[in-house]
């Protein structure tokens, strides 16, 4: 196998993991921010109605509310959307500009910048990842 297949299909590999967990951590984001909100609206109502329970009711889903949000603060599912949508977007990037020989790889032995260029990549967004979860279990051992 030559080194431009192996540089290439590394480089389709990550777009596609990317891609995915970004595309999953964004619809888990929305649905649990949707039941959220549906819950948070039906609050008010259930307090408010002459449901039998209606307060009790109320407190139910107000803990619903609270669990929901925590699950969010620890999944990070809205950041790690972000991330990992910009990671394929720069990795895409990254294609295009090989692909087209234009930019950095208008010059001569572009497939080992290639290569260099897309680990470079992956390795920022790994290193970030594991800052943001070290800072979050400092912050957890801060506050037991």
């Not at 995915?20 to 649905?31: E, N």
């Not at 949000?69 to 959307?81: A, D, I, S």
């Amino acid at each position: 196998m030559g080194e431009q297949p192996v540089t290439l299909a590394r480089l389709e590999d990550q777009i596609a993991w990317y891609g995915d967990k970004g595309g999953r951590c964004k619809r888990r984001y929305i649905a649990a921010k949707l039941v959220q909100l549906g819950v948070s609206a039906s609050i008010p109502l259930a307090a408010l109605s002459n449901v039998p329970h209606g307060p009790e009711i109320s407190a139910v889903l107000g803990a619903v509310l609270v669990a929901v949000e925590g699950v969010l603060q620890l999944t990070r599912y809205h950041e790690n959307w972000l991330t990992y949508r910009a990671t394929a977007e720069a990795l895409k990037h990254e294609k295009f500009l090989f692909l087209a020989a234009a930019g950095p790889y208008a010059a001569g032995n572009s497939l080992p910048l290639l290569a260099e260029r897309v680990e470079s990549l992956v390795s920022q967004e790994n290193s970030s990842w594991v800052a943001t979860q070290q800072t979050r279990s400092d912050g957890q051992k801060m506050a037991a």
